[in-house]
């Protein structure tokens, strides 16, 4: 066998060297930059997030702020809304409306309950499901001018949501008043909180319009 010349041994260092180096390359220079760059990228995100939860401490205050009062508001709006709407209810609401819009009122439907607003996620502070209902009431009054808009008047004012869906009014010369019919809509947020139902204990028996009869206080609800 022939011995390898100096050149030739030459050739195969500078070959291992290049395969060397080629392999550091690919295995070894390659993977750490990739993973730098992956690293860099990491920290990017990282800084990025850092920020935003440095601005979020520096507005902490300004957040608590402003859920305290957008709490207060919420209460506010719910308290615009009783938790049930009952006939014992209704007929005091009627009795009072007569007394502040001196009108008449001879006859008077009372609706069931329809949902009109209901969300599985919503809550009140009891923990309790809230659910929002309608009740239609229909009444048949005699009222003057002046007491049908301070019946709707009374109406709007009035500390629970309630509003006017139909309105009928006829002029009667004879009696120089408007008679017709009316349905108020009732609404109210049904909650884990229950509410007293009121007694009608003041109402005459046998009276031909209860509307008009004893000496019913009406409480603010």
Known sequence: MTKATESQ???????????????????????FVGKAETLQTENEELNTRIVGLKAKIEKEKKYELDTAANRQIAQMVLKRFGT????EKSILFFVDLCEKADMEISAISFGTP??????SHLKDEEGALVRGNRTSLGITYTASYEGLKACVEHIKQYPERMSLSTLTATYSAEEAALSGTMTVEWFNLVTGEEEKIPELENIDLGTDNIFRSGNIPVPNY
């Open 9 to 31: 041994k030459r050739l195969i260092v500078a070959l291992l060297m290049v395969i060397v180096m080629f392999a550091a390359y690919q295995y070894g220079y390659k993977y």
């Open 84 to 87: 049930t709407v009952t006939p």
């Open 114 to 119: 329809v949902a009109f607003f209901n969300a």
